[in-house]
């Protein structure tokens, strides 16, 4: 059974950078697109970024274009999540997500989910 692990998370200012890593064990993860959502309490996950397993078209909500940069690594299994200047708003617990295309992502129709890592961004 695959798992996929998040780190990098953690507490930073406003105007900050911070880089999401997320791995894959128990298994590898082919040509699975992936994704980053994020979620606060009491509200939906969000979805924020998604990639095809080749690393081309990436796609990002309009939150996060032009500040957050999503690459993958398939002979990894691994994606990462570039976060740059960093707002208030962007806190929230960050989970990657793999799974057959990009259009399944947005349609959250996910094969793996990853645990979360907490991301909070205050001065």
């Known amino acids: 059974q695959v798992q996929l692990v998040e780190s990098g998370g953690g507490l930073v200012a406003p105007g900050a950078s911070l880089r999401l890593s997320c791995t894959a064990s128990g298994g590898t993860l082919g040509r699975s697109a992936m994704g980053w959502f994020r979620q606060v309490p009491g509200k939906e996950r969000e979805i924020v970024a998604a990639v095809a397993w080749h690393g081309a078209s990436p796609w990002y909500a309009d939150a996060v274009n032009g500040r957050f940069a999503i690459s993958v690594d398939s002979a990894q299994s691994a994606t990462y999540l570039q976060m740059n200047s960093l707002k208030p708003e962007d806190t929230a617990v960050y989970c990657c997500?793999?799974?057959?295309?990009?259009?399944?992502?947005?349609?959250?129709?996910?094969?793996?989910w990853g645990q979360g890592a907490q991301v909070t961004v205050s001065s």
């Open positions: 997500a793999a799974a057959p295309g990009i259009a399944n992502i947005q349609s959250r129709e996910i094969r793996y």
